[in-house]
């Protein structure tokens, strides 16, 4: 009796051990196409690398980037590609409206349940997140990181150079007094670069957020609120005074850039997501001391989710080591190298709090207690048409500051993305 339990041992042990083994012993490329190039992205995305060549030893990984902050040069180059029938192995995604339209909808990703399931990832990513990676029962993405969207750092020692203390929040009204001291100084009080004009699209998504409320963003997306509401002109409007106060080379400058025009004293404030942070520590500065931050005027008790994964593609040309990709990805050891450098929050709840610093901990009660809402910037709040419309209507307000003809282009815009009550 005692043999024979020995024997089954035995055997359960090598096949467990042979199976474990057939799913690490993978060779050839993973190739992996993402538009994280700046200091702090690159950083963080060798990171992921790291971990998957811990798990995956034998795999060549081909980087492929294309530089662009928002992914707004690399994802024309991406559909070139997977509908000339050439795609990455995997690739960077937000999810919601960016997925679904964009990639599950042509039948350029695989379902992914069977990773999910062999891997417990149900147990540890939260519903709501894995709902916007969710269509028809099938779930399409790895989650890498959680940014928080609606960020607005600051140059700290020159801020007490010029006798302004910020405190927990910071309300419109409270940055308006703030940016007339520092302009009065000759300092721009708001850093800006945008070159890709998503980064002042995005000052546009947070002061919007922060004038309507989480709950009226919502509204807009469900059409349930028409885009030309007075509240939206007063967001377009307070957006208009801040272009007042922006350095002057904005055009010619990167998101990135501008963090760093921000780190140099040439300008005080950033409204941009949390990847900023990752420039910060790419840079070798301290939390609470060189930078702080709050929440863009009015949102806090919002996090504005721009969450970052990967899929399957479909037709992988490695399909075992894009596979194993996503497993290395959806693990703690990834998750917790990776977001500290990012500045993202880890995907799952179980990672270890004490592995990160001051503004993550403060990011991860944000996430856990306050409104969730999604990005329209950064694809996940509606059809990516719709987030070109914003782009566009943004292009033209900053040269004509026309408050009835940027709200009039998003009734329009709503209208034909398919999104307007
Ligand atoms: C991505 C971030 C990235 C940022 C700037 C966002 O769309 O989600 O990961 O760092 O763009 O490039």
């Known amino acids: 009796m005692l043999k024979k339990t020995l024997v089954v ?42 971990a998957y060549a811990a798990d995956y030893p034998d795999v060549n990984i081909v980087n492929a980037t294309v530089a662009g902050g928002g992914g707004s040069a690399a994802r024309p180059v991406l559909q070139t590609r997977l509908a000339g029938g050439d795609p990455p192995d995997s690739w960077q995604i937000h999810p919601g409206w960016e997925l679904f339209g ?32 969710t269509v028809d029962g099938n779930i399409y993405m790895v989650l890498v990181g959680v940014h928080r969207g609606n960020g607005f750092w600051y140059n700290k020692p020159l801020l007490e150079e010029n006798g302004i203390t910020i405190g927990d929040t910071l309300s419109a009204e409270e940055f308006t007094a703030a940016a007339e001291t520092l302009q009065a100084a000759g300092i721009a009080p708001l850093c800006m670069g945008d070159n890709g004009i998503w980064a002042n699209a995005q000052l546009f998504e947070n002061t919007l957020l922060g004038t309507v409320g989480p709950e009226n963003y919502m509204k807009l997306f469900a059409g349930e609120m028409a885009w030309d509401d007075p509240m939206v002109i007063s967001a377009i409007e307070s957006f208009g005074a801040m272009q007042d106060y922006l350095n002057t080379d904005h055009t010619s400058l990167s998101w990135d850039q501008a963090v760093k025009a921000l780190m140099d004293g040439q300008c005080a404030f950033n409204s941009m997501g949390d990847w900023a942070y990752g420039e910060f520590v790419a840079a070798g500065k301290v939390d609470n001391v060189d930078f702080g931050w709050v929440s863009h005027p009015g949102t806090a008790g919002s996090f504005m989710i721009v969450a970052d994964g990967f899929p399957l593609a479909a ?53 856990a207690a306050d409104a969730l809402v999604p990005s329209w910037v950064h694809g996940s709040a509606a059809p990516a048409a719709f987030q070109q419309t914003l782009n566009d209507a943004v292009t033209l307000f900053i040269v004509d500051r026309d408050a009835a003809a940027f709200a009039a282009a998003l009734v329009q815009g709503a209208v034909d993305a398919g999104i307007a009550g």
């Open 9 to 50: 041992a035995v055997v359960l042990t090598l096949a467990i051990g042979l199976g474990l083994f057939a799913v690490k012993a993978q060779s050839g490329d993973l190739e992996v196409f993402s538009w994280w190039t700046s200091g702090g992205e690159a950083a963080a995305l060798q990171a992921l690398f790291d």
């Open 102 to 133: 964009q990639y599950v909808d042509p039948g350029y990703v695989e379902p992914i349940n069977f990773l999910y399931e062999e891997e417990g990832w149900n147990d540890v990513v939260p519903q709501g997140l894995r709902d916007i990676m």
């Open 315 to 367: 037709g992988a040309p490695n399909r075992d080591a894009a596979v194993g990709w996503l497993r290395t990805l959806g693990g703690l050891p990834a998750q917790e190298a990776f977001n500290p450098l990012k500045g993202s929050i880890p995907a799952r709840t179980d990672a270890d709090r004490s592995k990160f610093g001051v503004y993550h901990n403060w990011s991860m009660d944000s996430f």
